[in-house]
């Protein structure tokens, strides 16, 4: 039968991490996991108990709201609010299935075909992906990399980026693979830009609170000319560690709403019923509960940073990862991470997640393995290298 492949998927590409997955679980090896956004720091205890009450709840086992459940559109929106500033009611929240999910509806709602959007370089591919499923093209803005340094946003190329057909920005900070954040200057610019060339921001706020050294969130939204063109989505994913959920919610202002609502009926009609309580519960507690989880994983970025000593890796300021630029020894990210299944770590490539910060780069996530499991990355990161 002959196939012509859709045009829409000409550039999407695999993002790597299954591949890898699959071989370190085939293997029965006890690998040390660093290619996947796991973790194995466990969700909120109330959380759990709740899902489990949940499912034997006949309201949790339903279609209805098709919006999503109120418990947990009323929390994200207080949440949006208390990080932004700026007043959102549960008329501003539709629940998604995963982040990830919301994202491409907001997309899908927003850009139009051939639309351009801006994006960081790196950014995760499924980002990139979603982009242009949406019939939209990724514009990337590179960050600049200084080896042990963190990474800092190209203000001059984000200028340089804007042309005709840019009709959103699509940012993350803590940026994911990077960990880069945008710091109050940054976000000066964003917002001007948005508000002089009319753009929409599309804010993946999965890590917002992820944030390293005693760093602070700073929301956009609530910055001046900002709030009727930020639509932010957010996930139970990475803060909430409530991956296997599958919940996630965009908060957005009035006029965007019924598009927002009217593609996420046409995408996945409804999230999951029983895991939308939970959700609420544990983003209501998190602000005590997140601190804790916030040290641990800087001890684990702390733990990484000190055994890749004196390599050029970037020094993520928040998020789960850490980026090594494995082509200044003459390799790309695929072979380093085949050299390192060899070592007894599985770690995932870069290539498509960028063209300046993209396949000269391995990516590993510290979330999922304790400090005590990461002491000595450094003696195989080494010996995968040559070195």
């Given at each position: ?27 029965g ?44 559109r ?5 949440h949006?609010s ?22 491409l ?7 139009d ?107 956009p ?6 709030a ?34 009217a ?14 309580s ?6 209501v507690?998190?602000a005590?509960?997140l ?19 004196g ?28 050299r390192?299944?060899?070592q ?41 290298l040559?070195?």
């Amino acid at each position: 039968m002959q196939h012509t492949r859709p045009a829409r998927l000409q550039h999407v590409a695999g993002i790597g991490v299954d591949r890898m997955g699959s071989i370190a679980d085939a293997s029965g090896r006890d690998f040390l996991r660093l290619e996947n956004l796991d973790t194995d720091i466990p969700p909120d205890p109330e959380a759990i108990a709740r899902t489990r009450a949940a499912a034997e709840e006949d309201a949790a086992n339903s279609y209805l709201p098709f919006v999503g459940q109120d418990v947990l559109r009323e929390a994200a929106a207080a949440h949006v609010s208390r990080m932004s500033g700026v007043a959102y009611g549960v008329r501003n929240c539709v629940v998604s299935a995963g982040g990830l999910s919301g994202i491409l509806n907001a997309l899908l709602a927003t850009v139009d075909v051939g639309d351009e959007v801006i994006v960081t370089d790196p950014t995760y591919a499924g980002l990139l992906n979603r982009i242009r499923l949406a019939g939209g093209t990724p514009r990337q803005v590179p960050f600049t990399f200084e080896p042990g340094g963190a990474w800092r946003l190209d203000r001059r190329a984000l200028q340089r980026a804007l042309g005709p057909r840019s009709r959103a920005m699509l940012l993350m900070s803590p940026s994911m693979p990077s960990g880069g954040v945008l710091d109050a200057d940054d976000w000066a610019l964003v917002a001007n830009l948005c508000v002089r060339h009319d753009l929409l921001l599309i804010l993946d706020s999965a890590m917002e609170r992820l944030l390293f050294d005693n760093r602070r969130v700073l929301h956009p939204a609530g910055l001046p000319g900002m709030a009727e063109r930020t639509i932010t989505v957010g996930a139970a994913s990475k803060e909430l560690r409530m991956i296997g959920w599958r919940v996630g919610w965009t908060v957005a202002p009035d006029w965007l709403m019924p598009d927002l609502v009217a593609v996420s009926l046409g995408n996945v009609v409804v999230p999951v019923g029983i895991a939308q309580s939970a959700a609420a519960i544990a983003l209501v507690q998190s602000a005590e509960t997140l601190p804790a989880y916030v040290a641990e994983l800087q001890r684990r970025r702390d733990a990484v940073a000190e055994e890749l000593q004196g390599l050029p890796f970037g020094l993520p300021a928040g998020g789960w990862s850490m980026l090594l630029r494995v082509s200044d020894f003459g390799l790309d990210g695929a072979a380093m991470s085949e050299r390192l299944l060899d070592q007894g770590i599985c770690a995932t490539g870069m290539a498509g997640w960028g063209a300046e910060h993209g396949a000269q780069y391995i990516r590993f996530v510290f979330a999922n393995e304790p400090v005590d499991r990461l002491r000595g990355m450094g003696t195989r990161v080494r010996a995968a290298l040559g070195r």
